[in-house]
C-alpha cells in the first residue's frame, strides 16, 4: 500500500473516531480532514472543492426548503391525527400510521416528518393513556425505511447520487430505488407491526412526565367563509380536545356558556378557551380560527418573531390595569395572545383582564423580546415557548400542489432532479408560502456543507489507492462465495459503519470501495452503489445511528437497549432482502 493510501486511512481513522465521540459538528469534523488531504497532497485543489460544484449539495438545501414549507403549512399534524382515530390497540394504532409514514418519507425530509408527527402522537396517546413508547421509535424506523423508496428520501441517496455523477456515472433518477426499497419499507413495516408490541416495554415520555394542570385563557375568532364556518362545535371537533376546554361562545355581544356539542358555530363568533400552554399555543395552527387578537399582529409582519411566556412583575401589575390602559403592544412591541392566573379561571375578554403581580401571558413578539425585557421590573421571568406564529401562512394547498407537480415531473424525467427542487423551493418563496427568511433560515448548512466537503474525502480514498486495496482484501476474503458474497460484504461494512458515523458520511468513505469491489468482480457498479445506499440509509441497532432515532430517545423514555431489541431483526431482514432484490432489480 502508497504511503498516500497510509495517509488517507490515518485520516480516515481520525474521522471515524471524531465522529463517532460527536464532540465536534459532523460538518466541521469533514471539512477539516479534506483540508489535511489538500494539505498532505493527496488530493488537488479541485478534487477538494468537487463537491461545491456538485448537484447534490444544491439539492438537498433546495429540498431543505421544501421541507419547511410543508412543516409550516400543517400539513401532517390532522393528517396523523385522523389515522389515528379514537383506537387504543397499538397493533391498529401501528398498522395505520407507519405506512403512511413511510410512504411520504419517500418524498419529504424524514427527520422533518418525524419532528411534525411527534406532537400529534404525543397528544394522541396522552388522551388514550398509552404509553407514547409504543409508537415513537416504530415511527422513526418507518421513516427511516420510507426513506429509501425514492432517490429524495434521505440526503444519503442525493450523496450518492452526486457521487456517482462525480464518478462519470448517470446519477439516482427518482423512482430508481423503488423496486427495492418500496418492498423493503413494506415487509419492514410489517415486521413492526407484528414485533413492536411484544419487544417494546412500556416506558413514560418526558411530555407525560412534566403534564401540567396550568389553565391558560385564550380567545378565538372563527373566520368567515373557513373550514368550520357554520358546523356545530361536535363538527369541529372543538368538542374534545386535548388538554383545552372551550368555556363559552360569544356573537353579537351574547355569550353560551356552557357549550353544547350542538351548538353551531358562526364567522366572527368569539371561542374563549381554557387549557396548558402548549396546546393554547397550538390553536393558533387550526383552520378556521384566528387569533381575536390578530389585529394586532400586522406591525409584526416585516420581523422574525416567536411565542414567549412573561410573567407579570410588580412594575407593570401596579394598579391593575388592563392591557389597553397599559398600552401593551406599543410599550413592549408584543402582543399577548392569552392569561394565566393561578387558582382562577379567566373567563373575560383579554382586554378586560385587569393585570396582577404572578399571572403569566403568552407574547408573541420579536425575537429580541425576552433581551430587551429580561432585566425589567415590569416582568419576573421571560421564556420562549415552542410553537409556529399565528402570522405564518398557511398555504397547504400551494404546497401539495407544488410537491405533486415536483414529482410528477421529476419522476417522468421531464425535469432533472437539481431544476425541479430549485424550481419548487423557488415556488414557495414566489408564491409567499416561506418568506426569504423563513428559506433561507430551512437550509442546514451543517448538512450542506458536510455533504459538499465529504466529495474531496471520497476522492481522497479513491486516488490514493485506499479504496482499490481495501476492495482487494474484500474480494479475496469473500471470493469464495462469488459476486453476491462481496456484494453482502459491502452492505455489511456499510451497515456496521453507519452505526458509527453519520450515513452521508458512511456513504463516501464506502463508495469508492464499492466501486472498486465491483471492478474488482467485473460487475457492473450500479448494484453495489444502490446496497450501499441501502446500507447507508437503513440503521436501526442504536439511538446514535440516525437522528430520527435521537428525536424520539428521550421524548419517549427510552434506554439504549430498546433499539437494538426492536431494530435487530428489522436490520437482519433489510440486510437479506437487500441481498435478494438488487441482484433482481440490478444485474451484476
Known amino acids: ?127 388514550r393513556r398509552v404509553p407514547a413508547s409504543r409508537l415513537l421509535m416504530p415511527v422513526s424506523y418507518a421513516a427511516v425505511l420510507g426513506g429509501v423508496i425514492t432517490s429524495i428520501g434521505t440526503s444519503t441517496n442525493l450523496t450518492v447520487s452526486g457521487l456517482l455523477v462525480s464518478s462519470g456515472h448517470p446519477p439516482l433518477a427518482l423512482f430508481e430505488l423503488t423496486p427495492v426499497g418500496l418492498p423493503i419499507a413494506i415487509v419492514g413495516c410489517l415486521l413492526l407491526v407484528a414485533t413492536a408490541g411484544r419487544l417494546l416495554p412500556e416506558r413514560g415520555s418526558m411530555r407525560q412526565a412534566i403534564a401540567t394542570g396550568r389553565d391558560y385563557m385564550v380567545v378565538m375568532r372563527v373566520t368567515h367563509g373557513g373550514p368550520i364556518d357554520g358546523l356545530s362545535v361536535g363538527q369541529a371537533g372543538l368538542r374534545h380536545l386535548e388538554g383545552v376546554f372551550l368555556v363559552q361562545i360569544e356573537r353579537d355581544g351574547r355569550q353560551v356558556a356552557p357549550v353544547a356539542p350542538d351548538d353551531l358555530l358562526e364567522g366572527g363568533d368569539l371561542l374563549t378557551f381554557a387549557g396548558r400552554v402548549d396546546q393554547v399555543v397550538d390553536l393558533h395552527r387550526m383552520g378556521g380560527l384566528e387569533s381575536a387578537e ?43 395572545v392569552a392569561i394565566h392566573r393561578s387558582g382562577q379561571r379567566l373567563n373575560v375578554k383579554l382586554g378586560e383582564v385587569r393585570l396582577r403581580l404572578g399571572d403569566t401571558l403568552v407574547v408573541l413578539a420579536d425575537l429580541g423580546f425576552r433581551e430587551r425585557w429580561r432585566d425589567s421590573r415590569d416582568f419576573l421571568l421571560i421564556a420562549p415557548l415552542r410553537g409556529v406564529p399565528p402570522t405564518q401562512p398557511r398555504k397547504a394547498r400551494r404546497v401539495v400542489a407544488i410537491g405533486v407537480g415536483f414529482v410528477l415531473l421529476t419522476g417522468l424525467g421531464i425535469l432533472p432532479l437539481l431544476q425541479g427542487a430549485l424550481g ?139 433499539f437494538t431489541r426492536l431494530g435487530l431483526p428489522l436490520t437482519v431482514a433489510c440486510f437479506v432482502l437487500t441481498l435478494i432484490l438488487v441482484p433482481l432489480a440490478f444485474p451484476f
Open 1 to 127: 500500500m502508497s504511503i498516500e493510501a497510509w495517509v488517507t486511512l490515518a485520516v480516515i481513522v481520525g474521522l471515524v473516531v471524531t465522529l463517532a465521540s460527536g464532540r465536534f459538528p459532523a460538518s466541521v469534523t469533514m471539512l477539516i480532514a479534506t483540508v489535511v488531504l489538500l494539505f498532505a497532497g493527496i488530493v488537488s485543489p479541485a478534487q477538494a472543492l468537487e463537491g461545491f460544484s456538485n448537484e447534490a449539495p444544491f439539492i438537498v438545501a433546495s429540498l431543505l426548503v421544501f421541507a419547511r414549507a410543508v412543516e409550516l403549512s400543517g400539513v401532517v399534524q390532522p393528517v396523523v391525527s385522523a389515522l389515528l382515530g379514537s383506537t387504543r390497540r397499538s397493533f391498529l394504532l401501528l398498522a395505520r400510521l407507519l405506512f403512511p409514514v413511510a410512504g411520504l418519507s419517500g418524498f419529504v425530509n424524514n427527520t422533518t416528518l418525524v419532528a411534525m408527527t411527534i406532537p400529534a402522537i404525543l397528544d394522541s396517546m396522552t388522551r
Open 424 to 562: 419548487a423551493a423557488l415556488l414557495m418563496v414566489l408564491l409567499r408560502v416561506l418568506t426569504i427568511q423563513q428559506a433561507r433560515e430551512a437550509v442546514d448548512l451543517n448538512v450542506v456543507i458536510l455533504i459538499a466537503a465529504a466529495f474531496g474525502m471520497g476522492a481522497a480514498v479513491q486516488s490514493s489507492g485506499l479504496g482499490a486495496t481495501v476492495a482487494s482484501l474484500l474480494v479475496g476474503a469473500l471470493d469464495p462465495l462469488g459476486v453476491l458474497g462481496v456484494l453482502a460484504g459491502v452492505l455489511l461494512a456499510t451497515m456496521a459503519l453507519t452505526e458509527l458515523v453519520s450515513n452521508n458520511a458512511a456513504a463516501v468513505l464506502m463508495f469508492p470501495i464499492a466501486l472498486a469491489a465491483a471492478s474488482s468482480t467485473g460487475s457492473d457498479p450500479r448494484p453495489f452503489v444502490v446496497a450501499l445506499t441501502l446500507g447507508a440509509s437503513l440503521s436501526f441497532l442504536s439511538p446514535i445511528g440516525y437522528q430520527t432515532n435521537l428525536m424520539v430517545y428521550g421524548i419517549g423514555g427510552y434506554r439504549f437497549t430498546d
Open 294 to 336: 390578530s389585529q394586532h399582529f400586522d406591525a409584526l409582519a416585516g420581523s422574525r418573531h416567536a411565542f414567549f411566556e412573561a410573567v407579570v412583575g410588580d412594575s407593570l401589575s401596579s394598579g391593575n390595569p388592563t392591557l389597553a390602559e397599559v398600552g401593551f403592544r406599543g410599550r413592549y412591541g408584543g402582543a399577548v
